[in-house]
């Protein structure tokens, strides 16, 4: 059965430290992979999604970044976090794009300070 | 205005109660999620409806496309039913990459 993997659960960081969340999906092999940020009174919101090794897009301007360096592993980076980075991130995979059927990480919640 | 209105926003029943969560929207769409979040994050899919009605053990989800409008019911509530509940609706055109729009969530909360 596929799995999904998220990491850290939690994570505090200073403003302008950097940002490493990884993500890994198991018994799935080219899977679309997503990430999505969910702020204190909003819903979610699609950050990136990914159809492939490298293969990156970008759902709206931000500070942060996404990479795939392997077929099951989505990292979200950023080089100098901001305030406005706190929130709650979620890693998200589906069989294919607009498949509307996403299985959801157990999430990371990041507090800038 | 957002697409996608929940009400109500915060819900605090006792237990054993019969709760009803509501979703509107105001897109075409082709189906729609009912999603749960747990206190620690986690999202898990409680349904996917297009017409009528679903049912699985205590949860009920109920949709009229031609109002735009669905809801989510619980019957004899539970503590352990205390979670965010989200609706997600999957735009008919339009959407994302995931083709999806959120609603911002039902905060429950049953007290024994």
């Known amino acids: 059965s596929q799995t999904i993997h998220q990491w850290p659960a939690t994570l505090v960081q200073p403003v302008g430290s950097p940002l490493s969340l990884e993500c890994t999906v198991e018994g799935t092999s080219n899977p679309n992979l997503y990430w999505y940020r969910q702020a204190a009174g909003r819903g979610l919101q699609l950050l990136f999604y990914s159809v492939g090794i490298g293969q990156i897009s970008s759902e709206v301007p931000q500070n942060l970044s996404a990479s795939r360096p392997q077929d099951r592993q989505f990292i979200l980076s950023s080089k100098k976090l901001l305030l406005s980075d706190s929130g709650f991130y979620l890693c998200?995979?589906?069989?294919?794009?607009?498949?509307?059927?996403?299985?959801f990480g157990a999430g990371s919640r990041l507090t800038v300070l | 205005k957002n697409e996608v209105e929940q009400s109500p926003q915060n819900l605090t029943a006792q237990e054993g109660e019969f709760i009803t969560i509501n979703c509107s929207y105001s897109v075409g769409i082709s189906a729609l999620h009912w999603l749960q979040q747990h206190p620690g994050g986690g999202i898990v899919s409680l349904f996917m409806l297009s017409s009528g009605k679903k049912k699985h053990g205590r949860l009920i989800a109920t949709i009229n496309i031609q109002e735009k409008h669905s809801s989510l019911h619980i019957t004899a509530s539970h503590p352990r039913d205390s979670a965010v509940y989200i609706c997600?609706?999957?735009?008919?055109?339009?959407?994302?990459?995931?083709?999806?729009?959120f609603g911002k969530g039902t905060h429950l909360i049953i007290q024994p």
């Open positions: 997600a609706v999957i735009r008919a055109s339009g959407g994302g990459a995931d083709g999806l729009t």
């Open positions: 998200a995979w589906s069989v294919s794009i607009g498949a509307n059927v996403l299985t």
